[in-house]
């Protein structure tokens, strides 16, 4: 029985207040929470057996609930021994996957109780295709497997993980973390959506080639080879999202490697979205350095803050910016921001006036092109080019 899906039941039966039982799409009992209420003979047969008679799913199954797309009350049959209920089907990307049982009877259920047990129906349907994509090994332990090899535990993880088929022996791993764009740390209803992506993903991919885990801001897949682009995760994705890619490593007990690259990449990509919404970890350029350090711990050039502070200096610090990612050429910098040389120069002599750096020092520009790359991750700085 898996630990997230009995959880699940737990939960929804208590907020409740009401027995319930969830089966399969064969209905077959993977779960089920304590039965403190009415209870009937096919109850606790059901319990016992870990299935459903068949005379009783053949009746049930006449009733409409391999058919219906949301809450559906059964009446009782009482030559069968059977008392009414209220049949939840768990349903994910339209494919039945099982089907949430109340007893309903002392007293009936309500509608704002069927619907309170609707809206949690997404989340037990999430988990039962989780549990089918699971490649031999229990859900709840594929997850913990994941964690494991992405914290260090490396090595047992990976042969836990291969050795239950849920990943390829031999041949190389790359990571890919996807974070939506807003940035911010998912509520419930985000993580759902994340991970129905995620899962999508591994559907179409062939779930013995990709791993995943959902964190508390961002997701994680792990692809065999080249068994995944960057596009097919975006196209299965709910809402927008920026994806992170590391450098692929040879085998899979490497792969927290490639993760903390992707993480970064990620991390870049929705601070800075010039990037482009794919941005890998070998093509960030100074900010593969840049996103190992902590936001806050190095402090910009002092004269830089005078230009931070004021909207009005944008179009400064976008001169100073192309100018010092040119090598200081005037030449490209005009081309490149179709601009006259006297009016680049001009704009040049503010900078050094406003900001008191000498722009003819190599150590002044090295140090104000840094500090605008960090500004950049910070967020206090965006070009109006990349400004949506």
């Not at 959506?193 to 994680?220: F, N, T």
């Not at 070998?282 to 830089?304: D, E, I, K, S």
């Not at 400064?316 to 040119?326: A, H, K, Q, R």
């Amino acid at each position: 029985m898996a630990g997230d899906l009995q959880s699940l039941v737990d939960d929804l039966a208590s907020r409740l207040r009401r027995p319930l039982l969830l089966e399969d799409r064969l209905q077959r009992v993977v779960a089920y929470s304590e039965q403190d209420g009415p209870i009937d003979d096919i109850r606790r047969d059901s319990i016992l057996r870990r299935h459903t008679a068949p005379e009783v799913r053949e009746w049930l199954r006449r009733a409409g609930i391999h058919e219906s797309a949301g809450p559906l009350r059964t009446p009782a049959a009482p030559t069968l021994g059977l008392l009414p209920r209220v049949c939840l089907p768990a349903r994910h990307g339209g494919r039945l996957l099982g089907f949430l049982w109340f007893i309903d009877a002392g007293p009936c259920m309500t509608d704002a109780e069927v619907d309170l047990a609707a809206r949690a129906t997404p989340a037990v349907a999430l988990a039962l295709f989780r549990e089918s994509m699971a490649s031999g090994l229990a859900s709840r332990r594929e997850l913990e497997a994941v964690t494991e090899l992405l914290a260090g535990a490396a090595g047992t993880a990976a042969r836990t993980l291969i050795e239950a088929g849920a990943f390829p022996q031999r041949g190389p791993v790359t990571a890919l973390v996807v974070r939506p764009v807003s940035g911010r740390e998912a509520d419930d209803a985000s993580r759902l959506a994340l991970e129905q992506g995620l899962l999508a993903v591994r559907r179409r991919a062939g779930a013995r080639k990709l791993l995943h885990l959902v964190r508390y801001d961002h997701g994680v897949l792990l692809a065999e080879g080249g068994a995944l682009r960057p596009d097919d995760v975006h196209e299965a994705m709910a809402g927008a999202v920026v994806i992170g890619v590391g450098r692929p490593r040879p085998a899979l007990h490497l792969a927290a490697g490639s993760y903390l690259e992707a993480a970064q990449a990620a991390e870049a990509a929705l601070r800075i979205t010039g990037l482009g919404r794919t941005v890998e970890w070998a093509g960030l350029g100074v900010y593969r350095l840049l996103t190992q350090f902590p936001p806050g711990t190095f402090g910009l050039h002092p004269g830089l803050e005078a230009l931070l502070a004021d909207d009005a200096h944008l179009p400064l610090l976008e001169t100073l910016e192309t100018y010092l990612d040119l090598a200081g050429s005037a030449v490209a910098t005009s081309r490149t921001l179709r601009l006259h040389r006297t009016s680049l120069y001009y704009r040049l002599q503010r900078v050094s006036e406003l900001t008191g750096a000498d722009l003819k020092d190599g150590g002044e520009r090295l140090t104000l092109h840094l500090s605008l790359k960090l500004a950049r991750l910070a967020g206090r700085y965006r070009p109006r080019s990349e400004t949506p």
